[in-house]
């Protein structure tokens, strides 16, 4: 059994910065895709970014592209997500996933585990 736990939101102005970071148990994450999703309120969960196993490839969708890096420190179970420049459209429940076998892919379903999210807000 994997948990994850995200850290990092908060409330920021529009223009600023934020760091997200998401921290698995157990010993299997530095063998499995990670991605961050988000949920604004009363809209669908979105793909945000991806990245492999080995951290050696991301994927991000084109809203944050430029923006926000996603990256991972297998020696410490932790993926991160940098949130800059961002928009009053960012605002969401950002969440953490963990896919147990299988690329790292921007499909939500195949994802295994899920962390409990965490809210980001930006004020205009």
């Known amino acids: 059994q994997v948990q994850l736990v995200e850290s990092g939101g908060g409330l920021v102005q529009a223009g600023g910065s934020l760091r997200l970071s998401c921290v698995a148990s157990g010993r299997t994450f530095s063998t499995s895709a990670m991605g961050w999703f988000r949920q604004a309120p009363g809209r669908e969960r979105v793909f945000v970014a991806t990245?492999?196993?080995?951290?050696?490839?991301?994927t991000y969708a084109d809203s944050v592209k430029g923006r926000f890096t996603i990256s991972r420190d297998n020696a410490k179970n932790t993926v991160y997500l940098q949130l800059n420049s961002l928009k009053p459209e960012d605002t969401a429940v950002y969440y953490c996933a963990l896919r147990r076998f299988g690329l790292a892919s921007t499909n939500q379903y195949v994802y295994d585990y899920w962390g409990q999210g965490t809210q980001v807000t930006v004020s205009s």
């Open positions: 990245i492999r196993a080995s951290g050696g490839s991301t």
